[in-house]
């Protein structure tokens, strides 16, 4: 049966497999640079032939800046737009996985509000699998927990295991959770659910309807590092709670 460590260890791997989508770009660029590098030494000492030189430099500088370069910068925001939507959602299956460790583990540290102490069983579950009883659990919770949604993440862990997050990043999680549902059902263009959903945000006042939203390479870094510290938070404070893993 799953631990919280191997949780952990499964949305980090998952973390940096995405990190490999949004690196392929630059990592072929470095291996042609790399290469051109390597000829332009093997060359340097070598009398005359100037302009190969010169064009030789000529060609490894504009591979260096190539990603920089308006047709390139367009497609490359695009994968860093899907790349946040695989963060998202590995995030979202990294709390579902969390809370099935702690009802299969742990029951014992849930604190379960009066009206769900008797929960209906969704039977769709037992169609193509053996089910533990985390699984079991979640599934009758469905509509009623959305761990794509920060506040309704914060309640769950407020109302059922007493952890109160006190989070510096939060806007950011909200904004990033949002913008992946806009990039999923609306074609990267700010509608009325994504105004709703920032507006308690410091990104109330930057977005109009209507508008398009591409992610910089920078802020794409930022959002990440957002969602691993958050996990790195979650998985101390369950540990704590349970006081048995490592």
Not at 3 to 26: A, P, W
Not at 43 to 61: D, H, M, R, T
Not at 156 to 167: A, H, Q, T
Not at 200 to 218: H, P, Q, V, W
Request: hydrophobic residues 40%; proline residues 3%; aromatic residues 8%.
């Amino acid at each position: 049966m799953k631990t919280l460590t191997d949780v952990k260890n499964n949305f980090d791997e998952n973390l940096k497999m995405v990190d490999q989508i949004v690196n392929i770009g630059s990592d072929v660029g470095n291996l042609a640079v790399n290469f051109l590098e390597g000829l332009e030494k093997q060359n340097e000492a070598l009398s005359g032939f100037i302009p190969y030189k010169q064009k030789l430099g000529i060609v490894i500088q504009t591979i260096k800046d190539i990603k920089d370069a308006p047709q390139i910068k367009s497609k490359y925001e695009i994968i860093l737009n899907q790349a946040l939507v695989l963060v998202v959602e590995n995030f979202e299956s990294f709390l579902n996985d969390c809370v099935k460790v702690i009802i299969n583990c742990y029951p014992g540290i849930i604190e379960w509000p009066e009206k769900k102490k008797i929960l209906p069983v969704n039977v769709d579950v037992l169609r193509y699998s053996s089910p533990t009883v985390g699984d079991l659990v979640m599934a009758s919770l469905k509509g009623e927990i959305n761990f794509q949604d920060l506040q309704s993440t914060l309640r769950f862990f407020k109302d059922y295991l007493k952890i109160d997050f006190d989070l510096k990043n939060k806007d950011n999680i909200i904004f990033a959770q949002a913008l992946r549902n806009i990039i999923v059902h609306n074609s990267n263009t700010v509608d009325h659910g994504f105004l709703s959903q920032i507006r308690n945000t410091g990104y109330a006042e930057k977005f109009k309807d209507k508008e398009r939203i591409m992610l910089s390479e920078i802020k794409y870094r930022e959002l990440l590092g957002d969602f691993s510290g958050f996990s790195e938070k979650i998985i101390k404070e369950l540990k704590s709670k349970i006081e048995i893993e490592p």
